[in-house]
């Protein structure tokens, strides 16, 4: 992809840090790779996140990161005769965990072309705006790769579903599903008849009685679920009702998770397996504490969104 700089200086290709890591930037007219080499034996290289990316690969000490400055959630700044490009490499960690949480700045610079003018801000709405996030939940087909081409399911095949936040310039953030049910109305209502499939916030309780799970993170910005189509009015009109939360990565407890069960195994956290007693209160209750604003404390965001109508239908009939 190119961009509209390209052919200019390069101002700066690599800074490094010392603290119990070093961290070598290279950064090139389209993109940037990022190498963060940990000293910390504790350290769970996988646990890095630039902006609202996860590692292109990682080793026992080292964390790499070969991303477009178009993706991760990067910032363009303008200053002066520079395009400034900022973002944040995160480390995400359980609050029991030895090292705690950390951010540290991440910063390319180039030349800014004498021709070259800021393009001229055209804002887009969404059903789901909150500030400037905005959330998308939509089916999706098998792979992920793209929308559902059908919005009928047959009973025991998956329904592919995505959850995602556009972050545009706020601070990087995690997103979740705390809750989502289905119901034959495109608006819960006192007498609508409910099916639960994720609860108590963040545990897919589907997924005890079925093949249901969350898939491996791609980015933190999106949730993957494959849901494994129920018995639940059947032939009728479906609608899947979700509470959507955007949270700071470095904030997280067993209220803000995302947690499936595993057979023979038991609940498992989707991002970290290690610390997956953040899930152990699936069986009993989750209890919350009290959520600060974006705007007071800068934690999170939630949001709801409906999903629907989808049909599932009887593969006998």
């Known amino acids: 992809m190119a961009f509209f700089w390209q052919g200019a200086l390069l101002l700066s290709i690599t800074a490094a840090i010392s603290v119990h890591a070093d961290m070598n930037l290279d950064c090139r007219p389209d993109y940037m790779s990022l190498v963060w080499t940990e000293s910390r034996s504790q350290a769970d290289t996988s646990l890095f996140r630039l902006g609202n990316c996860f590692p292109t690969s990682v080793s026992a000490r080292e964390a790499v990161f ?13 200053s002066g005769n520079q395009l400034v490009y900022t973002n944040d490499l995160t480390y995400v960690s359980s609050p029991d965990s030895l090292i705690q949480p950390f951010t540290h700045p991440v910063v390319c610079a180039y030349e800014r072309p004498k021709d070259w003018f ?30 559902a081409e059908s919005t009928s399911f047959p009973l025991g095949s998956f329904i592919p579903i995505m959850a995602s936040v556009e972050q545009n310039t706020h601070q990087p953030l995690l997103l979740f599903l705390e809750e989502c049910v289905a119901t034959t ?21 589907d997924s005890k009685t079925s093949r249901s799970k969350f898939e491996v993170r791609q980015k933190s910005s999106e949730i993957h679920l494959s849901l494994q189509a129920f018995r639940f009015a059947l032939g009728e009109e479906v609608f899947i009702h979700c509470k959507l939360v955007a949270w700071d990565p470095t904030g997280l407890d067993n209220t803000k998770k995302a947690c499936h069960y595993v057979k023979e195994h038991g609940w498992e956290l989707l991002d970290n397996p290690a610390y997956s007693n953040l899930c152990d209160c699936c069986e009993s209750s989750c209890k919350s504490r009290k959520m600060r604003s974006t705007a007071s404390g800068k934690h999170g965001v939630v949001e709801t969104a409906v999903l629907g109508p989808l049909a599932i239908t009887d593969g006998k009939s």
């Open 185 to 205: 109305t495109p608006e819960l209502q006192p007498e609508s008849y409910l099916y639960p499939i994720i609860t108590n916030k963040g545990c897919l309780v």
């Open 118 to 147: 800021p393009q001229i801000y055209d804002p887009v709405f969404n059903t789901y705006g909150e500030g400037d996030l905005v959330f998308h939940l939509g089916l999706m087909n098998d792979d992920f790769s793209g929308p």
């Open 66 to 78: 070969s991303v477009y400055l178009n993706d991760c959630n990067f910032r363009r700044l303008v």
